[in-house]
């Protein structure tokens, strides 16, 4: 990613606001041992959709491994890197974020999480240390798997949904449609931002489409979540930690009672960011509606119309980063029944 000239600059996504001065110090943070974790997960859900996850218990030699395998590659010839891609939507991408025109300076991996499933864009992204960088993705997808069945069990307890497993189950499912990603940001040249004296997006505003993403990053800065209000806050960056998502299809299943997140990266001009998200999905074929047993607890009408995930995915494939796109299958007050 080296910047020739000027013009480059037309190829980025700018922001007006800058980088707030100082890190926003209320986010909700979640001892996974405490015995309240559960009400305070729920409330982190319904306040933010967003909370950090400490006390976890997956060995940071998992974390630490996979980033330098990731790293690893990121660093070889953009020619061999090249060989991974074009993302379809598996495999290696750069600049281009989905098929509809949004840009950032960024570059990463997206990898199916089932272990079976292989392609030759797989296989040119493990070509280097084949053994040792699959064998390190796969121990963090597998850990961080568990920890996200655990967490979505809380979230059920902590709503009394029965059974215990009702979310989980999404995406613990053998045919859940899961994906993992690696994004590796570069330092940004401040000459470049400084051209129009405004941020350069790493990734643009964005909530997730899938139940949950468990995010893990090393540490530097960068990432920004949206308040109720709409202001833009900094997270502060924890390397040893986890951060947990609200997407989109579990604000749906809760009936609009935990919140996706609304979530960006702004490009950092000293450091590189890398960042591993596990995006748990649902099967293709689930559908997805407000699960009847919130509903009846709560006396509630649904506020979504029911959907499969396969149709959402498809729906939000099409859309750009940042459009509502739980739009689509709001139901109206005058349709609510």
């Known amino acids: 990613m080296v910047v020739q000239s000027q013009p ?28 309240e ?44 890197k090249d060989k991974a891609g074009p993302p379809d939507p598996f495999g290696y991408g750069s600049k281009r974020i989905g098929p509809n025109g949004d840009v950032g300076w960024i570059e990463y991996l997206l990898l199916n999480t089932n272990p079976q499933v292989t392609s030759l864009k797989t296989q040119a992204i493990f070509q280097e240390n084949p053994e040792i960088f699959r064998s390190a993705v796969n121990n963090y997808i597998e850990a961080v798997k568990g920890m996200a ?15 215990r497993n009702a979310l989980s189950k999404l995406i613990k499912d053998e045919k859940s449609d899961s994906c993992f990603r690696l994004n590796h940001y570069p330092a940004c040249p401040e000459q470049l931002q400084a051209l129009s004296g405004r941020n350069l997006i790493g990734f643009g505003e964005h909530t997730d489409p899938q139940i949950i993403s468990v995010l893990r990053s090393n540490n530097t800065s960068g990432l920004q979540i949206c308040l109720r209000d709409g202001t ?10 986890f951060f ?17 997140v609304r979530h960006r990266v702004l490009a ?34 649904s506020l979504y119309k029911e959907f499969t995930w396969w149709e959402y995915k498809t729906s939000a494939y099409k859309s750009r980063l940042a459009d509502h796109r739980l739009g689509l299958f709001e139901k109206t007050a005058a349709n609510i029944n």
């Open 149 to 163: 069945f655990e967490v979505l069990e809380l979230m059920a307890e902590g709503l009394n949904i029965e059974p």
């Open 232 to 241: 833009w806050v900094s997270v502060p960056p924890d390397q040893s930690s």
């Open 8 to 35: 480059a600059l037309e190829h980025y996504s700018l922001i007006k606001t800058c980088r707030p001065s100082s890190v926003f110090t209320g986010i909700p943070v979640i001892d996974f041992k405490d015995p």
């Open 268 to 301: 950092d001009s000293l450091k590189s960011r890398v960042s591993m998200i596990f995006f748990g999905g649902p099967p293709l074929s689930e559908k997805i509606a407000p699960l009847p047993s919130l509903l009846k607890a709560k006396g509630e009408e």
């Open 37 to 80: 974790a559960k009400s305070l997960i729920v409330k982190a859900c319904e306040e933010y959709g967003f909370f950090k996850l400490v006390n976890h218990g997956i060995p940071m030699e998992f974390m630490t491994r996979l980033e330098t395998e990731a790293l690893n590659f990121f660093n070889i010839p953009q020619s061999e």
């Open 244 to 260: 947990i998502n609200v997407g989109d299809a579990l604000q749906v299943l809760t009936n609009g009672r935990f919140r996706s």
